[in-house]
C-alpha cells in the first residue's frame, strides 16, 4: 500500500477546507432563506384573516341592504 505524499494530503486537506466552507455558506444562505419565507407566510397568513374578515363583514353588510330592501317591496 502506498502512502500519500505530503503535498497531495495538502491538496486534499484545502480541497475539503474549501467544500466544507461552501457548505457553510450555503447552509447560512438557506437558513436566511429560510426565515425569510417564514416572515412570508406569517405576513401572508395575516393579510388573509384580514381578507376573510373584510369580506365577511361586506357580505353582512350586503345581506342586511338584501333585507331591508325585500322589506321595502313587500311592506306588510
Do not use: F, W, Y
Request: hydrophobic share 35%.
Amino acid at each position: 500500500m502506498e502512502t500519500a505524499k505530503p503535498a497531495e494530503v495538502d491538496a486534499a486537506a484545502d480541497r475539503l477546507e474549501t467544500a466544507v466552507a461552501r457548505l457553510l455558506q450555503r447552509c447560512a444562505a438557506l437558513h436566511e432563506e429560510n426565515h425569510l419565507l417564514h416572515e412570508q407566510l406569517r405576513q401572508l397568513r395575516t393579510e388573509r384573516a384580514t381578507v376573510k374578515e373584510r369580506t365577511e363583514q361586506a357580505r353582512h353588510r350586503v345581506e342586511g341592504m338584501i333585507s331591508r330592501l325585500r322589506t321595502m317591496e313587500h311592506p306588510e
